[in-house]
Nanobody, 117 residues
Framework: QVQLVESGGGLAQAGGSLRLSCTAS????????MGWYRQAPGKQRELVAV???????SYADSVKGRFTVSRDNAKNTVYLQMNSLKSADTSVYYCKAVHASSLMDYWGKGILVTVSS
């Protein structure tokens, strides 16, 4: 069973930065894409950023220019660098991976990011 473990969340001030990590229990080459989602209280889960096998990435409009998704294949880890944080970025952030062969989705348990204004 594939496991995804998020780390790096916590409290940041508005305008500050945090870097989230998502480490997979298996090689991330087996995933067609990996991404970050977030869910704030009372809201639906939304896509934040996604990166595919060849390193192409896309972002939600709300984070473009502030967040950067990247991957380190040797470490089986995907990162989300979050800069110029806003209070609106406060959410539980989830890592998701889509298996390249089965197209199954795998999710991490989530990690809380709180941005204080």
């Amino acid at each position: 069973q594939v496991q995804l473990v998020e780390s790096g969340g916590g409290l940041a001030q508005a305008g500050g930065s945090l870097r989230l990590s998502c480490t997979a229990s298996e090689s991330i080459f087996m995933f067609a894409s990996m991404g970050w989602y977030r869910q704030a209280p009372g809201k639906q889960r939304e896509l934040v950023a996604v990166i595919n096998r060849i390193g192409s990435s896309s972002y939600a409009d709300s984070v473009k220019g502030r967040f950067t998704v990247s991957r380190d294949n040797a470490k089986n880890t995907v990162y989300l660098q979050m800069n110029s944080l806003k209070s609106a970025d406060t959410s539980v952030y989830y890592c998701k991976a889509v298996h390249a062969s089965s197209l199954m989705d795998y999710w991490g348990k989530g990690i809380l990011v709180t941005v204080s204004s």
